[in-house]
């Protein structure tokens, strides 16, 4: 019976959470209100003048609102957002973060009726958006890095073809999959809304920060100041960047056996003591009242963590 209510209560958890997103995030009713409004309103006389101050006090307060959060939070989340691929605002992400707490911190309080376990819901629930934000941003640059060099040999093609470079990027735009045809394109987009290409190319190094598109920006950029064959230039980059790729694939499959074994190592004494406390309470239990088993497990922590952190940094080799 235990596990039903438990089932029903994730169940209603889930509801409750979808609900309240579609009503706050991904429903347009109030938009599509707001529009139809101030079209039918159009042909129409001008606002009264009480309700033009309410208005404008209202877009007053929002800004007062907005100015007491720190810009530069807003501004780097808004990049890890914009690089994540997520298409969220950041107060959007900040509220959809304060109810992943509150249901995370009411669900585990609701499942085991301890105080402690509310901490931890709540604790989780703060923590599980932004790993799973950065888990998206790292995993979308990797797939910009590894569709960088055909990208390149794609502009290449073009730039030989005769066509100018705006008209090579826009082939790519047409031809690459995400995120490398959204970037491009909105590459293109900032030069037509009259950004020159340096600030649109710098643009594109901020949302997706990597050495080898760095490299490429700073040979487009040298090109356009002293000259020569920028197809020759972009072809011996390609080969680089392959040839690092190359490298790398070989590094991670030598290293990965050590990697394997820092994971065993730290994961190893807590899975351990979990099945110790399942099999035996009492036995293992001394070690967290007795002042000595505190002490020694104060002390395997710490051990644990710092053979975790040398094993990654023997097998973590940059090329």
């Not at 169940?11 to 429903?27: E, K």
């Not at 690459?176 to 290409?197: C, N, R, T």
């Not at 390609?238 to 820092?262: C, N, P």
């Not at 099999?279 to 009242?289: A, C, S």
């Amino acid at each position: 019976m235990h596990y039903y209510l438990v089932l029903l209560a994730s169940f209603t958890s889930f509801l409750f959470f979808y609900a309240i997103l579609h009503m706050t995030l991904l429903s347009d009713k109030r938009m599509t209100k707001r529009m139809n409004y101030y079209l039918s309103s159009y042909n129409k006389s001008k606002l009264e003048r009480k309700k033009f101050n309410l208005f404008l006090e209202l877009q007053l307060s929002k800004q007062r609102l907005r100015s007491k959060v720190s810009k530069r939070k807003t501004r780097k989340l808004e990049n890890l957002l914009r690089r994540s691929g997520i298409p969220l605002k950041p107060e959007e992400f900040l509220l959809f973060r304060w109810i992943s707490t509150a249901l995370g911190a009411g669900f585990l309080f609701l499942i085991s009726g301890n105080l402690l376990m509310l901490i931890i819901g709540g604790a989780g629930g703060y923590i599980l958006p932004m790993m799973w934000v950065k888990k998206k941003e790292k995993k979308r640059i990797q797939r910009f890095n590894d569709g960088l060099a055909d990208m390149i040999s794609t502009v290449v093609g073009s730039l030989r073809a005769g066509f100018s470079f705006p008209q090579a990027l826009q082939t790519v735009v047409e031809e690459a999959e995400d995120p490398i045809s959204s970037e491009i394109g909105f590459v293109l987009k900032e030069m037509q809304y009259g950004s020159s290409l340096e600030d649109a190319l710098n643009e594109l190094y901020d949302r997706m920060p990597s050495e080898d598109l760095e490299l490429m920006i700073q040979a487009i950029l040298i090109q356009r100041q002293v000259g020569g064959n920028l197809a020759t230039v972009l072809d011996k980059i390609v080969q680089t960047i392959r040839d690092r790729t190359k490298i790398q694939r070989q590094i991670t499959t030598l290293t990965a056996q050590g990697k394997l074994s820092g994971i065993v190592i730290g994961l190893l004494p807590l899975i351990l003591a979990l099945v110790l406390y399942l099999i035996e309470p009492d036995y293992i239990g001394t070690l967290f009242t007795n002042f000595i088993g505190m002490v020694l497990l104060g002390a395997g922590l710490i051990s644990g963590i710092i053979g975790f952190i040398l094993v990654k940094k023997v097998t973590t080799i940059e090329v």
